[in-house]
């Protein structure tokens, strides 16, 4: 008995040795779990956890292994970085795994995303090395992908506000004509010289212009501000700097209706000029202008200033030559505007000859049609008599851009930038078509130099998206309704936001549609989605067979509904 006992325990150890250093067997797929579920493009990449786990009695304690996942797709395969892995009787800096125990590791990949890994399955690959002898594990397949929503982007750039280049038309221009008349010191007469002086002559050919109505000129009124120097007694001073301004008051609407102009004439006035004092003084070349400055400082009071400023002698009758004379005055502000041509006239002038019209005036013109034939017309135009501004250029391709016509629109966006290498809105627009061709680094660099742009944030949000900076690109998208602000918000996961964006778009596309599938399947809303692919489809047949490969959908495979639409 003792025999049967003791042969019984030599063969139970005979097959646990053997069984320790036998080949390791297949794995299966539940030793395995792939964060995401299903593969995601973010960005440009696929980024991947794998959490894997050796089961107990199956690692060879003196085997090495090395695990490499694969992504498999249509054409070719990913490889990603290995993980090694070793029994306990090898010496090496491997992750130990124990055989009676087994052992959980830890992968983290990303792989370059390519469009033809919409179609792919996630492996992983194992080669075992025991002693000299390599073999190889069947390789098991442990993830679908991948979700390429991301890559919308593309698409979403086709149809985003491009970038204008407006006018810089104003119909009223606001002007200002000034002109001073001098006085001598404790003196407020209007002397002869000083109404015949060039700036006086110029100021009344001013009030002539309005009275005719040349160039549209027309008065908004007068303003009077007259001075004392701060030379002398308050009360005094007072009395000059009023009578100077009312004396200029009478000149000046005694002038308006010689021309037969109505309007307010506004005066005011300044008792003693302490702020023109201290401008001039700080302008001026005098030896003690410091000094004098640093005594406008330290004391407030009128009447202490002077008598401080007249201690210091050495420089008292410089002032008296040069700065105090320049203060006894009254300045004369003429405002009035400069009204131009109004929307029907600019059309007028437009038909009878374009000419005429200022650059202004012709794109400005542009914006009084909604016919995109008529808006090329003025825009043709102003390249023939104004070939070296950006704008009509830009706004061509923006026309072209937006009838889907990218390769004309290209083309008028590189002619903007040559006209105008700094344009930020040629820069906006160039980028845009870097983005619809998947060049998300040169968008980038064009769309950075182009923030002076108004459409800049848009702009912004759309290479966001592109670059897998999904919270940022909905920040920058808000409250912009647009297919590329409705595909930040669902890929930023603020599906709320995203509907409300959807039914916001005006002109709803094929896109727009089939972004309003996408999120329908994310909220479990099964008649979004079905409403969404009917009108996709509807506007763009070649939107089922993209619905019939998205994973997006692929709760809805065997759905007979999604089926009679995609198929």
Same mark, same amino acid.
């Given at each position: ?26 794995m ?26 050796f ?34 009787k ?36 194992f ?30 750039a ?5 970038a ?88 000046i ?11 307010n ?19 001026s ?42 203060l ?28 005429? %019209? ?6 400005? +013109? ?41 390769? +004309? ?6 002619k ?13 627009? %160039?980028?845009?078509?870097? %983005? ?40 920058? %998208? ?52 079905y ?23 692929r ?13």
């Amino acid at each position: 008995m003792l025999k049967k006992v003791s042969l019984l325990l030599s063969l139970v150890a005979v097959f646990m040795l053997s069984s320790c250093n036998s080949k390791m067997k297949e794995m299966a797929q539940d030793n395995f779990t792939v964060t995401p579920g299903v593969l995601e493009v973010v960005g440009s990449e696929i980024p991947v956890t794998i959490d894997g786990k050796f089961p107990a009695k199956y690692f060879n304690n003196k085997s090495v292994m090395t695990v490499t996942p694969v992504l498999k797709y249509n054409g070719g395969e990913a490889v990603a970085e290995s993980s090694t892995f070793q029994g306990e009787k090898v010496l090496g800096n491997d992750q130990t795994i124990s055989y009676k125990e087994g052992g959980n590791f830890k992968m983290k990949m990303t792989f370059d995303y390519v469009p033809a890994m919409e179609d792919a399955e996630l492996y992983v690959r194992f080669t075992v090395n025991k002693g000299k002898k390599t073999y190889t594990i069947p390789e098991v397949k442990i993830a679908d992908g991948c979700v390429a929503t991301s890559q919308l982007y593309r698409q979403t750039a086709a149809t985003a506000n491009a970038a204008y280049g407006d006018d810089a038309f104003q119909r009223i221009i606001k002007q200002a004509k000034e002109a001073n008349i001098m006085f001598l010191i404790q003196q407020t007469n209007l002397r002869r010289s000083e109404l015949k002086s060039e700036n006086i002559n110029e100021l009344k050919a001013t009030l002539t212009e309005i009275a005719n109505d040349v160039e549209g000129k027309a008065l908004e009124n007068v303003e009077i501000s007259a001075y004392a120097s701060p030379d002398g007694e308050l009360k005094l001073n007072d009395g000059l700097a009023n009578n100077r301004g009312t004396n200029t008051a009478k000149f000046i609407n005694k002038e308006m209706k010689k021309a037969k102009i109505e309007g307010n004439v506004d005066n005011k006035y300044t008792a003693e000029d302490w702020a023109g004092f201290q401008e001039l003084v700080s302008m001026s070349q005098l030896p003690d202008k410091e000094l004098i400055l640093r005594v406008l400082s330290m004391y407030n009071d009128p009447e202490e200033r002077e008598a401080q400023i007249k201690n210091i002698s050495a420089v008292y009758s410089e002032l008296a030559k040069e700065v105090l004379p320049k203060l006894r005055r009254a300045r004369i502000t003429l405002n009035y505007q400069l009204i131009g041509r109004s929307d029907e006239q600019i059309k007028e002038q437009y038909a009878a000859d374009a000419k005429v %019209l200022s650059l202004e005036e012709l794109l400005y +013109a542009a914006i009084l049609t909604n016919d995109v034939k008529e808006k090329e017309d003025i825009f043709n135009t102003v390249v023939s008599i104004y070939p070296n501004d950006f704008r009509a250029y830009n706004n061509l391709g923006v026309l072209a851009y937006n009838k889907g016509d990218y390769t +004309a629109a290209a083309n008028y966006f590189a002619k903007a930038e040559n006209a105008d290498a700094n344009a930020a809105e040629a820069k906006i627009n %160039l980028g845009y078509m870097q %983005l619809m061709n998947g060049n998300v680094a040169e968008a980038e660099a064009y769309m950075t130099k182009g923030t002076a742009a108004k459409v800049s944030n848009e702009a912004l949000g759309n290479l966001y998206i592109a670059q897998g900076q999904y919270g940022r690109a909905a920040s920058m %998208l808000a409250g912009v309704n647009t297919n590329g602000a409705a595909l930040a918000q669902i890929l930023n996961n603020d599906y709320s936001a995203a509907n409300n964006t959807l039914a916001a778009i005006s002109t709803p596309d094929a896109l727009t549609y089939y972004i309003k599938a996408i999120l329908g399947a994310r909220s479990a809303n099964n008649e979004m989605v079905y409403e969404g692919l009917k009108n996709a489809v509807k506007l763009d047949p070649a939107m089922a067979s993209k619905a019939a490969g998205d994973l997006e959908f692929r709760k809805y495979a065997q759905d007979e509904t999604f089926q009679s639409i995609v198929k």
